[in-house]
């Protein structure tokens, strides 16, 4: 039993380093080759989804934040977001809009959207208080207290929720074949062409790169913590920043319940 | 009631945190009586938190003992010697989750009663801390911040513990609604006389509240354990004196009572008296101005020369005798009724209004030994008063 | 499993085609539209699957709660267990659902157990977290004041810090709730059934996919004011209004 299942794994990691016939025989699977390139498809579309999102997400996010309105929708995108399955949405915009690069990137636009509008809204409108007031009290302007004051001290947050999304495009990348995109997700898809071998290579790819990507997002979020914050942080003992790791719940006072 | 008060006893109890360089409490002894409330006070960081929670173990202590009633608290599991001692903290921590009447059931049910009796127990509590019973379906966060106080102090009295700990109680409350507190909780404090450890940071808190004062200093150590009185009076060291604070003499005041003074001897007359025998009184008395009284000897005004002219007293008074004082009045009270009507005198009466001698600025100055001089306000006052 | 290729050609003819009596319907249907009057008409084919969704669902959460709910009790005891724990769950959480479903086949063959497995895995970060977020938000008073009233630590954790923890607990359990349905839909690479074998066996028919992911939705609503419901039963003292 124990057995089998090692031998499962090692011939899945075999099909990703060697290329093989298909299971009917009429073409050439798997290989590093191949691997290669559905990942860099996987990451490009992935990267260009996330980057526009943040580019909508993040001011709008921000400026609401700032004017500390708007809370409830800025809170509850994100609820609401999380019970949309994705399978469906995709679905939904192959039906309705077609297939291809653009419209897959599309749908993991608005999927990346909710998380990092909710952070970036709370993030900005949690900024402490009292620091924003002294700041207007000294004399700093309404755009100079934004950019100056709520968007380092938000950075953390923002950077939690962009990653958040990123883990989540990744992930969901996996189903853009149903829409004629390749990404790493043709070998799980198209089970008839690559078999279950090819299947558990391409989930043990797509789990390594999401778990990259992570850590990755996860060492920059830390490097745009400011010194201050970070030794603000410390009594509780470096715990805080992983129980602030991924989705993001906001405090209570911004919680709907 | 049923429960005695505790008698409590610390012996030689040090605290020393792992890893601290110096003793948090240090080779504390103190005596409490049964019944009596017993105050630590000191600046921030002195330990007298600490001393107290280590009673209810809340603390472990390090070395010495703490005797309940001469028995030690290290005896006992925790949990149950903590049922049996009344606690009570600044920030109250009523629990939000549960109605007044379940918080103020906590220990009760913990040690078992049946529901009736808890029931009783509630209303009763209610009762004493002058809420009605319509109070025990709320939720805390329904209260005012002195309801949710006075219920703090019925949950840790709910089982009537012999011995209560109270951490600041009325730290948190607004100085208005903290007297009344205080005041509410003395006279609870005269029916039940319980044991109490109060812990304070302010010095007229201890002094208003405490039978007796244990001063602590940095490091945990006593500096004094006095009586009120003794402490304002006769301070142990440079340390304690400034603690108590330059207005120490002052403080005595909140501790004395108008007829714990000796008070100045007028003389006293009726209408139709003979103004002769009046001016031999006069003589003899410390007040140059006759006082004239009713027939039930109750304070009329200040006799004038004009009233004194003829062979009889005649009623011709210069002023009325304001403020009239009460024998049991606190003296620092009937100081500032004296300061506040601009005068110097006030004629002292007992429960019946008959007057029993005359308060005088000079007659408090005596009693505090303060020179005369430094009498505040005398001096400007002095003209108002005597052109009246 | 349908092949991508097939997306490229006109769509396939979907399942009760031929028995469609209305001919408007018959005609939104080979156009591939939104067809109300096909959907009534075929309502009844998303019945089983719609259970089946709310069998994983159901399952997975409340198998995920008590798990969950066990190790925020153990790491509010053995604090230097938190750490480690949230970097665990986290872990797990990141791995994309698709990934796990297939990881687990070698081990634990297709079938509900092993969609269960993996969506149990997803519940425990947002519960435990959220767990452990409550259980340390108590008011350190409270906490003090029941351990001075002579309540046990165990007495205290259940009677005192796990109630005033329940609205961030329970937030988490809707949280969960909500991102189980969704993670469900995708349940059926590991041969499990649900809405999303339902939108898979026919994912190039708009009706259909309407349908089926509507249901999910629905279910997901469904699921958080069944919690919200609770959230108020549970606790009264939340709804009594200030003085």
């Not at chain 2, 010697?81 to 007044?100: M, N």
């Not at chain 2, 025998?277 to 101005?289: H, K, T």
């Not at chain 3, 153990?74 to 872990?91: D, E, K, N, V």
Request: with cysteine; net charge negative; charged share 20%.
């Amino acid at each position: 039993m124990t057995f089998a299942i090692v031998q499962d794994f090692l011939a899945a990691f075999e099909f990703i380093f060697q290329a093989r016939e298909s299971r009917a025989g009429t073409v050439q699977v798997g290989g590093l080759e191949e691997f290669a390139f559905l990942t860099g498809n996987h990451l490009l579309l992935s990267g260009i989804a996330v980057a526009v999102a943040v580019a909508i997400a993040v001011p709008i996010g921000a400026y609401l934040g700032h004017i500390g309105r708007f809370q409830f929708l800025a809170v509850s995108i994100s609820n609401v977001g999380r019970a949309v399955p994705v399978l469906a949405l995709i679905a939904f915009f192959i039906a309705f809009v077609g297939v291809g690069f653009t419209n897959v990137a599309l749908v993991l636009v608005l999927l990346a959207i909710p998380p990092i509008l909710t952070n970036a809204y709370v993030g900005t409108a949690q900024a402490d208080r009292d620091t924003v007031d002294s700041a207007r009290g000294m004399g700093l302007t309404e755009r100079q207290r934004l950019t100056r004051i709520e968007l380092p001290l938000a950075l953390p947050t923002i950077f939690g929720g962009i990653r958040t999304s990123a883990v989540n495009v990744v992930a969901t990348a996996t189903i853009a074949p149903y829409a004629n995109v390749e990404t790493l997700g043709q070998p799980i898809i198209n089970f008839n062409v690559y078999g279950g071998t090819g299947q558990l290579a391409a989930a043990i790819v797509v789990a390594t790169i999401t778990l990259a990507v992570d850590a990755g997002l996860g060492g920059v979020q830390r490097l745009v913590t400011p010194k201050g914050l970070k030794l603000a942080a410390q009594p509780a003992g470096g715990r805080r920043s992983l129980l602030a790791r991924l989705p993001f719940t906001p405090r209570r006072k911004v919680q709907p319940s | 009631m049923s429960t005695d008060a505790a008698s409590l006893e610390f012996r030689d109890v040090v605290k020393r945190y792992p890893g601290a360089d110096e003793n948090a409490v240090d080779e504390l002894s103190l005596e409490l009586p049964a019944g009596e409330i017993c105050v630590l006070v000191g600046p921030s960081g002195c330990g007298k938190t600490t001393a107290m929670r280590m009673v209810n173990r809340m603390i472990d202590i390090t070395t010495g003992d703490i005797l309940l009633d001469g028995r030690s608290v290290t005896e006992r599991k925790a949990a149950d010697l903590r049922r049996d001692i009344g606690y009570v903290i600044q920030q109250i921590g009523l629990f939000p989750h549960r109605t007044i009447a379940d918080n103020i059931a906590t220990v009760p049910r913990l040690l078992g009663w049946d529901k009736q009796r808890v029931s009783e127990r509630i209303d009763e509590l209610l009762d004493l801390i002058g809420l009605g019973s319509e109070m025990r379906d709320r939720y805390p966060a329904q209260l005012s911040g002195g309801q949710r106080q006075r219920v703090g102090v019925a949950r840790a009295l709910a089982a009537d513990p012999p011995l209560m700990l109270m951490d600041e109680p009325f730290g948190a409350i607004d100085p208005i609604n903290r007297e009344r507190l205080q005041n509410e909780f003395l006279r609870l404090q005269a029916e039940l006389r319980k044991t109490i450890v109060f812990v304070t940071h302010d010095i007229d808190e201890a002094i208003k509240m405490g039978d007796r004062i244990a001063v602590l200093r940095k490091g945990g150590r006593l500096a004094q354990y006095a009586s009120p009185a003794e402490l304002l009076m006769f301070p142990a060291d440079p340390f304690v004196e400034d603690f108590v604070g330059a207005d120490r003499a002052l403080k005595r005041l909140a501790l004395q009572r108008v007829r714990d003074i000796e008070l100045w001897n007028g003389a006293l007359c009726r209408v139709g008296e003979e103004t002769s025998a009046v001016r031999a009184r006069l003589a003899e008395a410390d007040l140059e101005f006759p006082l004239l009284v009713d027939g039930q000897g109750r304070p009329k005004g200040w006799l004038s020369e004009r009233g004194l002219s003829g062979e009889r007293v005649r009623e011709d008074i210069r002023s009325r005798a304001e403020p009239v004082l009460d024998l049991d009045d606190i003296l620092r009270d009937a100081l500032s009724d004296l300061l506040s009507t601009e005068t110097m005198y006030g004629p002292v009466v007992d429960a019946e209004g008959t007057v029993r001698g005359v308060l005088s600025l000079r007659a408090i100055a005596n009693a505090l030994n303060i020179a005369p001089e430094e009498v505040p306000s005398s001096a400007e006052l002095a003209s108002g008063a005597l052109t009246q | 499993m349908i092949v991508a290729s097939l997306f490229a050609q006109a769509p396939q003819v979907p399942e009760g085609f031929f028995t469609q009596r209305d001919p408007d319907d018959l005609s939104c249907v080979a156009e591939n539209g939104f067809c109300p009057g096909w959907i009534v008409e075929n309502f009844e084919r998303y019945v089983d699957p719609f259970f089946e969704h709310v069998y994983l669902v159901a399952v997975s959460v409340a198998i995920g709660f008590a798990i969950a709910f066990c190790l925020g009790l153990l790491a509010h005891r053995q604090r230097w267990l938190t750490g480690p724990l949230i970097g665990a769950t986290a872990a797990l959480y990141t791995i994309p659902s698709i990934a796990l479903f297939l990881l687990l086949l070698p081990i634990t063959g297709r079938g509900n157990t092993t969609a269960i497995i993996a969506l149990v895995a997803y519940t425990q970060l947002i519960i435990f977290r959220n767990m452990v977020n409550g259980l340390r938000n108590v008011p350190a008073d409270a906490v003090d004041a029941a351990a001075g009233m002579g309540l046990t630590p165990t007495q205290t954790l259940l009677r005192v810090e796990v109630p005033m923890a329940l609205p961030e607990i329970l937030a988490g359990l809707r949280i969960a709730a909500s991102t189980t349905v969704g993670l469900a839909t995708l349940a059926f690479f590991a041969g499990a059934g649900g809405l999303g074998a339902q939108i898979d066996a026919q994912i190039n028919f708009k009706s259909n996919v309407v349908v089926a992911g509507g249901l999910a939705v629905v279910l997901a609503a469904a699921l958080d004011l069944l919690v919200l419901g609770m959230q108020r039963a549970l606790m009264p003292w939340r709804r009594a209004a200030p003085a």
